[in-house]
């Protein structure tokens, strides 16, 4: 069974940093595209950043510059470097493959940035 943790987020004031992780169990991870999605309160979840199992990596136009991921195939773990957070990045924050064939869906973890 596919089972996916994630944790890191919190409550930051605009300008801070966060790094999110997500652990992956029950899959070979280290074949896995993996990708940061993040949902707003009344908005669609959306892709935020993806990393390939050889580490190329894509990002949402308004995250370039500010976040970045990455994984560590030894731990099963993607994470994402958030910095020079905006309160438009508040949102709940998941991890998961690309695409109409996703694994279930970790409890996410919330961001708020915020003064």
């Known amino acids: 069974q596919v089972q996916l943790v994630e944790s890191g987020g919190g409550l930051v004031q605009p300008g801070g940093s966060l790094r999110l992780s997500c652990v992956a169990s029950?899959?070979?991870?280290?074949?896995?595209?993996m990708t940061w999605y993040r949902q707003a309160p009344g908005k669609q979840r959306e892709p935020v950043a993806t990393i390939t199992s050889g580490g190329y990596t894509i990002y949402l136009d308004s995250v370039k510059g500010r976040f970045t991921i990455s994984r560590d195939n030894a731990k099963n773990t993607v994470y994402l470097q958030m910095n020079s957070l905006k309160p438009e990045d508040t949102a709940v924050y998941y991890c998961n493959r690309p695409g109409s064939d996703p694994f279930d869906w970790g409890q996410g973890t919330p961001v708020t940035v915020s003064t």
């Open positions: 029950g899959i070979s991870f280290n074949i896995y595209t």
